[in-house]
T-cell receptor, first 112, second 112 residues
Framework: NAGVTQTPKFRVLKTGQSMTLLCAQDMNHEYMYWYRQDPGMGLRLIHYSVGEGTTAKGEVPDGYNVSRLKKQNFLLGLESAAPSQTSVYFC???????????FGPGTRLTVT | EDQVTQSPEALRLQEGESSSLNCSYT??????LFWYRQDPGKGPEFLFTLYSAGEEKEKERLKATLTKKESFLHITAPKPEDSATYLC?????????????FGKGTLLTVNP
């Protein structure tokens, strides 16, 4: 099993450009999440999904959109990138109920 | 609002020198406390889940304990490969099964 994978691993964008980050999991998890990790801030939840076709806002959703068209995939979109979105983005997945989340390797995004 | 405070921010040990990391939390009803390990440039790796005060879990040189206000991650006779950032996260009883609140982590360095 590959677990949770993320594409791409690195990306540099100019202000105003758009991009999509792809997350895939092969553990048949219902729940999927997108986090950002910034120095001194800890991990913060951007958006999450509790099942195929559903999405919801997390702690810091502004400037991001998500889609969950298939159970195994969760996409994070930036429509108009800003320097404040420079960060490391992690995808995670889990079973329902009070269960641990499994994280992907991360995408390092720089917006200039 | 849930709060998680980890201390110390950084800890440097000699190989074989046992110590503990602290995770203090304030939540409106704890449903679960999670410990993760994060290596540089990688995603968090799940270690333990603790659900109630008095619970303990062990894995190799690591032992996690939980009280009503804090959790400790005890490291016995650490080795250089235990060097990593250790993250603590809590899940409250506010109705969701997925909104983890993370601490900022403790950076552990074990010198040979």
């Amino acid at each position: 099993n590959a677990g949770v994978t993320q594409t791409p691993k690195f990306r540099v964008l100019k202000t105003g450009q758009s991009m999509t980050l792809l997350c895939a999991q092969d553990m048949n998890h219902e729940y999927m999440y997108w986090y950002r990790q910034d120095p001194g801030m800890g991990l913060r939840l951007i958006h999450y999904s509790v099942g195929e076709g559903t999405t919801a806002k997390g702690e810091v959703p502004d400037g991001y959109n998500v889609s969950r068209l298939k159970k195994q995939n969760f996409l994070l979109g930036l429509e108009s990138a800003a320097p404040s979105q420079t960060s490391v983005y992690f995808c995670a997945s889990s079973y329902p109920a009070i269960r641990e989340q499994y994280f992907g390797p991360g995408t390092r995004l720089t917006v200039t | 609002e849930d709060q998680v405070t980890q201390s110390p921010e950084a800890l440097r040990l000699q190989e074989g020198e046992s110590s503990s990391l602290n995770c203090s939390y304030t939540v409106s009803g704890l449903r679960g406390l999670f410990w993760y390990r994060q290596d540089p440039g990688k995603g968090p790796e799940f270690l333990f889940t603790l659900y109630s005060a008095g619970e303990e879990k062990e894995k190799e040189r690591l032992k996690a304990t939980l009280t009503k206000k804090e959790s400790f991650l005890h490291i016995t006779a650490p080795k250089p490969e235990d060097s990593a950032t250790y993250l603590c996260a809590v899940l409250n009883s506010g109705g969701s099964n997925y909104k983890l609140t993370f601490g900022k982590g403790t950076l552990l360095t074990v010198n040979p």
